[in-house]
Nanobody, 124 residues
């Protein structure tokens, strides 16, 4: 059974940083595309950044480029989201998700495994 558990959310001031963690069990993150999605109040869930299950290539949307970084620690079977220069519009519940098939680029992944989410609030 695949489980993804996010942690690290909280309240941060604009311009600050946070690192989210996604601890996985039931699959090996090294071999699966993993993505971070987010859902702001009143908005649809959107993908922000992902890392492929093939060559560790990453892909991010324009709104987070240069500010968010995704990485993984294979020994800990954990994926991280480093968020810098945070803005109030980054406020959302952040979810990690894993592809249902191993060894694919994240741009063609089907994210069928989801964590429970962690709240990130960017405010003075």
């Amino acid at each position: 059974q695949v489980q993804l558990v996010e942690s690290g959310g909280g309240l941060v001031q604009p311009g600050g940083s946070l690192r989210l963690s996604c601890a996985a069990s039931g699959l090996t993150v090294e071999h699966y595309a993993i993505a971070w999605f987010r859902q702001a109040p009143g908005k649809e869930r959107e993908g922000s950044i992902c890392i492929s299950g093939t060559d560790s290539s990453t892909h991010s949307v324009d709104s987070v480029k240069g500010r968010f970084t995704i990485s993984r620690d294979n020994a800990k079977n954990t994926v991280y989201l480093q968020m810098n220069s945070l803005k109030p519009e980054d406020t959302a519940v952040y979810y990690c998700a894993a592809d249902q098939v191993a060894g694919r680029l994240c741009t063609i992944a089907t994210f069928g495994y989801w964590g429970q989410g962690t709240q990130v609030t960017v405010s003075q």
